[in-house]
Nanobody
């Protein structure tokens, strides 16, 4: 089994910063991509940023220049540094990982439980 444990959400004023963390644990043979999605009330879940093994990064246009994704491979942890936060960034943020749990098993997608980020004055 694989678990993703998120931390770092909360309430912040517009223009403020937050840092999200997500640690993967359990049966991990190869950890491919790790990243963040978000879902605001009444909207579909959308990609925020993802980072692949070897480094390629994909970031949504709406957060470019404000959010930075990084990864610590030794700790199987991904981070999302969020600066210049706006009210429209308010959402539940979900950690995602694509993991191969054993050498003969296919890759699978895993999700964290979600962490609330609220940007409000």
């Amino acid at each position: 089994q694989v678990q993703l444990v998120e931390s770092g959400g909360g309430l912040v004023q517009p223009g403020g910063s937050l840092r999200l963390s997500c640690a993967a644990s359990g049966s991990i043979f190869r950890l491919n991509s790790m990243g963040w999605f978000r879902q605001a009330p009444g909207k579909q879940r959308e990609l925020v940023a993802t980072i692949h093994s070897g480094g390629p990064i994909i970031t949504a246009d709406s957060v470019k220049g404000r959010f930075t994704i990084s990864r610590d491979n030794a700790k199987n942890t991904v981070y999302l540094q969020m600066n210049s936060l706006k009210p429209e960034d308010t959402a539940v943020y979900y950690c995602h990982a694509n993991i191969q749990s054993a050498v003969l098993r296919p890759r699978s997608d895993y999700w964290g439980q979600g962490t609330q980020v609220t940007v409000s004055s």
